[in-house]
């Protein structure tokens, strides 16, 4: 659990950096990162939860964390997908994405699915527009580091959409 926890750390240091402040990707993440990880593992509900990690020798490449915890009046959230670096753009995420909708349709009833991104990442803008993310809201939301950022929701009313 610790090296999908690293693996989350690494991501969000490479996106993030920017948005949050340096002092906490470059030292509370780490901790951060671990404890929340191993929280999850812990509380690990699989009526409700879903943790993928894809592999590559033995260590993760990316990972998907989904769950019908936080706002499930609208569906499961992922609140978690990621990938090293070093593999993006090689079509992971994608394969990921729709493991979480098979999950949906599988294990519940396809239901919809939403997530978070922050507005300046771009890249993650522009990979959930492709695989037909609808915009369903924006806000704003401080960052460690004391900045405020906007968030965009977006939402697959139907996970079937994201298999192909």
Do not use: C
């Amino acid at each position: 659990m610790d090296a999908i926890a690293d693996l989350h750390t690494r991501s969000r240091q490479v996106a993030y950096r920017g948005l949050y402040g340096d002092a906490y990707l470059d030292h509370d993440l780490f901790d951060a990162s671990r404890a929340s990880w191993r929280a999850r593992f812990a509380d690990f509900d699989p009526a409700r939860d879903l943790i993928l990690a894809a592999m590559e020798d033995g260590a993760p490449v990316g990972l998907a964390y989904a769950s019908f915890r936080l706002n499930p009046e609208v569906g499961a959230l992922l609140d978690n997908l990621h990938v090293a670096p070093e593999r993006k753009g090689g079509g992971l995420g994608t394969r990921l994405l729709a493991e979480v909708a098979r999950w949906l349709i599988e294990d519940h009833a396809g239901a919809p699915l939403h997530l978070e991104v922050y507005a300046p990442n771009a890249a993650a803008l522009d990979f959930y527009a492709r695989q037909g993310g609808v915009e369903a809201a924006r806000y704003a939301e401080v960052v460690p580091g004391g900045r405020a950022v906007e968030v965009v929701r977006y939402r697959w009313a139907r996970p079937a959409d994201l298999i192909r």
